[in-house]
């Protein structure tokens, strides 16, 4: 390769750079132009994404040289944008930078999401098909689109440029990201949930997982509709929830527990008062009636964290009728399990395990975590007594969500809790596109608390559950 010249700041990955005249980026205060990411978009005939990036980082930093900001503040939105616009266009027409309307309409948005968005990410925040955006460093972002993970042609300039972005976000609800604190979880203001991690705790680079709010979550309907579950289901659970019985949904990280939770928590009547207790508010409640209780991390002094099992106490001391814990992890499993055996039943909770026997385990383990020493058949005892239906998640190797089973717990047998299935998925294969093929089918069995369903006036046919061979039948899970 040719010697390059010093202060040569091209590195010749970017032949697009050089034919632009009267403008280089060399002559930036400062000089640091952006590391240009290898785009496989180079441009022959129009500007390409390297391009663009560098041209809009030069911009950036010009009008950052330019605009007042502490004025900007004032001005409403609409202005700020009109001054950027106008700016962007007297800049690019001063370096003699030749870009096409739609180049440069880009460039302009691309430059008020650095001012007031994510950055680059911010195209991303706004696709409402994109559930979760990782970014691994700042050359590597993937989105999560339908249930699978792709990665996109979006970049930072360098990891600075990305910190930059974490430090807007963290800064933004009044937490700090550095050194001595090199992770911080937030919540953006629409309601995304924000995890970032900064080395030396993460190796490469600092990292960012953002899951979006979903403004329109998924309703039970929609589950249905998409084949989640069956409408048998729908309606057996619908039932469970209206006569008050204690549901855990159980399930893997983004198997769906919090949003089948959120779409079943629509059949609470609307005259009941609901706490809800999360890490992280993620449940959005349809119902009037709600009181929302949300953990607090440890300050930067490591001091005033309010965990979990302190709210559902709390909770309890609100006169509410039902409690809704959005996911269980430790100790305040026992607070949970005594209230859904002291009358607070109707309750409902997440819980992260592979099936329901697996969360009846993580259950007892999340007991012990409390320190309480109480024997283990006592524990198991209780934890029978408490919870009525488990209802397993998966997300299968399509990226779509299943109801995998529907289990009712039964009671106890010796030293062990007995459930039976009353609904399971059955996959029978993958078509030619990956599509897993399968069926929501009925056991065979009529769940016993068919007779609590009933006396709050709730009925299911009994073909609901009856329709299958016998074989299918399964009574015990040992
Ligand atoms: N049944 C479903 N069909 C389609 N998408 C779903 C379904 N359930 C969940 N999702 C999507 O999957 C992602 C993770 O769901 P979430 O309920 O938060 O999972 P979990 O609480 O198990 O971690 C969300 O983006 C959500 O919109
Ligand atoms: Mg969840």
Not at 189 to 218: E, M, Q, T, W, Y
Not at 391 to 420: C, F, K, P, W
Request: hydrophobic share 40%; glycine share 8%; charged share 25%.
């Amino acid at each position: 390769m040719a010697e390059r010249k010093a202060g040569d700041r091209t590195d010749g990955r970017d032949p697009g750079f050089r034919e632009r005249p009267g403008w280089g980026i060399g002559s930036t205060p400062g000089g640091e132009g952006p590391a240009a990411g290898s785009s496989s978009r180079h441009a022959t005939n129009g500007t390409g994404q390297t391009d663009l990036l560098t041209i809009k980082s030069h911009i950036h930093r010009r009008l950052l040289e330019r605009l007042n900001l502490s004025n900007l503040d004032r001005l409403d939105r609409d202005e700020v944008m009109e001054t950027i616009r106008s700016l962007v266009r007297e800049l690019l027409a001063a370096e003699a930078i030749p870009l096409n309307l739609e180049e440069r309409d880009e460039l302009i948005r691309q430059v008020l999401d650095e001012i007031f968005g994510l950055g680059p990410l911010q195209p991303l925040m706004d696709d409402p098909t994109i559930a979760d955006v990782l970014v691994n460093t700042s050359q590597m972002i993937y989105v999560e689109r339908n249930g699978r993970l792709e990665r996109t042609d979006v970049r930072f300039h360098d990891d600075r440029h990305l910190l930059q972005v974490i430090d807007r976000i963290v800064s933004s609800v009044g937490r700090r990201i550095d050194d001595a604190s090199p992770m911080v979880d937030a919540r953006l203001p629409d309601g995304s949930r924000v995890n970032a991690i900064i080395p030396p705790l993460a190796i490469d680079g600092p990292h960012l997982s953002i899951r979006k709010f979903n403004d329109d979550a998924l309703t039970a309907e929609d589950l249905v509709r998409t084949g989640s579950l069956s409408e048998p289901m729908l309606r057996l659970l619908e039932g469970v929830v209206r006569s008050r019985l204690n549901v855990l949904i159980s399930g893997g990280t983004g198997a769906g527990k919090t949003t089948l939770l959120n779409a079943l928590s629509a059949f609470i009547p609307p005259t009941e008062r609901i706490v809800t207790v999360e890490d992280s508010a993620e449940l959005r409640l349809r119902q009037p009636h709600v009181v929302r209780l949300e953990t607090r991390p440890a300050n930067v002094e490591g001091t005033g964290a309010i965990p979990q099992r302190l709210l559902v106490v709390n909770a309890l001391r609100m006169r509410p009728d039902r409690i809704i814990v959005g996911e269980v992890r430790s100790a305040e499993a026992v607070d949970m399990l005594q209230a859904m055996n002291t009358g607070h039943d109707g309750s409902l909770t997440t819980l992260h395990a592979n099936a329901p026997r697996d969360a009846l385990n993580r259950l007892e383990t999340m007991v012990a975590m409390a320190e309480l020493n109480l024997p283990e058949q006592a524990v198991r005892a209780q934890i029978a007594s408490a919870i009525d239906v488990i209802v397993q998640v998966s997300r299968l190797s399509d990226g779509s969500r299943r109801v995998m089973q529907i289990a009712e717990i039964v009671g106890m047998e010796g030293n062990v809790i007995t459930m039976q299935d009353i609904f399971r998925f059955e996959q029978t294969g993958i078509d030619q596109d990956g599509h897993v093929l399968g069926r929501l089918h009925p056991t065979g069995i009529r769940p016993r608390c068919m007779e609590r369903l009933e006396t709050h006036g709730f009925k299911m046919s009994a073909d609901a559950f009856a329709d299958v061979p016998s074989r299918m039948a399964t009574a015990r899970l040992a």
